[in-house]
């Protein structure tokens, strides 16, 4: 069974920083786009940030210049360094992975989310 486990959430003051790590899990043969995900409350989940497995990267317009994605391929990782955090940028973040899980099979995975709170 696959698993993504996310780490890295808390409380923030607006201007902060903080950075999410998600790694993946288990029976792996390959995997391709990772990303991050959030969800305020009475919101739908919205993209903040996907890199290929070639580390091309694409962010939402709302983070864009104040989070940066990354991965580690040889671990299966992704993190999310966010900068200069706003009370807008408070919500559950989910780490998604694109898996190849055998050279015929392919799915969509979920972390459990972590939660991010800007506040002072």
């Known amino acids: 069974q696959v698993r993504l486990v996310e780490s890295g959430g808390g409380l923030v003051q607006p201007g902060g920083s903080l950075r999410l790590s998600c790694a993946a899990s288990?029976?792996?043969?390959?995997?391709?786009?990772m990303g991050w995900y959030r969800q305020a409350p009475g919101m739908q989940r919205e993209l903040v940030a996907r890199?290929?497995?070639?580390?091309?990267?694409n962010y939402a317009d709302s983070v864009n210049g104040r989070f940066t994605i990354s991965r580690a391929n040889d671990k299966n990782t992704v993190d999310l360094q966010m900068n200069s955090l706003k009370p807008e940028d408070t919500a559950v973040y989910y780490c998604?992975?694109?898996?190849?899980?055998?050279?015929?099979?392919?799915?969509?995975?979920w972390g459990q989310g972590t939660q991010v709170i800007v506040s002072s």
């Open positions: 998604n992975a694109d898996i190849k899980l055998t050279t015929l099979t392919r799915r969509d995975f």
């Open positions: 288990g029976r792996i043969f390959s995997v391709y786009s």
């Open positions: 890199i290929t497995s070639g580390r091309t990267t």
